[in-house]
């Protein structure tokens, strides 16, 4: 089964733009791909953050945006808070059916 | 108001079996795309299952052929019945489903249930 990576960490600082991304372990993410992005922070449920590439879910901070970056998914937070600081996950869809989450991305906000 | 509850997990041994249900309420199961997702001690989310509107159900790779999902729309409610279990399998299992107001396949997982705690072990 083709795997999908994250970034296992990453860091930024308050106020500062940080970028995170969704890739296939063989081939690129396309929107056919509908590349979806939750947060979730320690022993709560996940939280949908995008769908479908680039549409933010409903009461989303519009500083949350999704996007493809060559041959990858991408989320991008602008102006982060101490409060971003939490798991990122995406999520592609495969086809047949099957969704595959990525290993999930540690945000620090420092 | 949309509500998911998961009950039936605990702890078991190798290869025995367990069956977790997930009771809905404010929606109907028949009519959205409901989910099982998990997350093992310390690790990621893994997408487990899910079933259809039109009763088509899929699985992930690791454990097609293990675990069926169903659903009892009488009682609204979705089962995943879990065979041959392995010690990989110990995980929270979410079920999670899309907005019922607009239930397109692709729509997010805007809603979860608390989880509940499955621990395979000897």
């Known amino acids: 089964q083709t795997v999908v990576t994250q970034e296992p960490s990453f860091s930024v600082s308050p106020g500062g733009t940080v970028t995170l991304t969704c890739g296939l372990s063989s081939g690129s993410v396309s929107t056919h791909f509908y590349p979806t992005w939750y947060q979730q922070t320690p022993g709560q449920a996940p939280h949908t953050l995008i769908y479908s590439t680039n549409i933010r879910s409903s009461g989303v901070p519009d500083r949350f945006s999704g996007s493809i970056l060559g041959n990858k998914a991408a989320l991008t937070i602008t102006g982060a808070q101490a409060d971003d600081e939490c798991d990122y996950y995406c999520?592609?869809?495969?086809?047949?059916?099957?969704?595959?989450f990525g290993g999930g991305t540690k945000l620090t906000v420092l | 108001e949309v509500h998911l509850v998961a009950t039936g997990g605990g702890l078991i041994q190798p290869g025995g079996s367990l069956r977790l249900s997930c009771a809905a309420s404010?929606?109907?199961?028949?009519?959205?795309?409901m989910n099982w997702v998990r997350q093992a001690p310390g690790k990621g989310l893994e997408w487990v299952s899910v079933i259809y509107s039109d009763g088509r159900s899929y699985y992930a790779d690791s454990v097609k052929g293990r675990f069926t999902v169903s659903r009892d729309n009488s009682k609204n409610t979705v089962d995943l019945q879990m065979n041959s279990l392995r010690g990989e399998d110990t995980a929270v299992y979410y079920c999670?489903?899309?907005?019922?107001?607009?239930?397109?396949?692709?729509?997010?997982?805007?809603?979860w249930g608390q989880g509940t705690q499955v621990t395979v072990s000897s």
């Open positions: 999520v592609l869809y495969m086809g047949s059916g099957i969704w595959v």
């Open positions: 404010g929606f109907t199961v028949s009519r959205n795309y």
């Open positions: 999670a489903t899309n907005n019922p107001q607009t239930s397109r396949w692709y729509d997010p997982l805007d809603y």
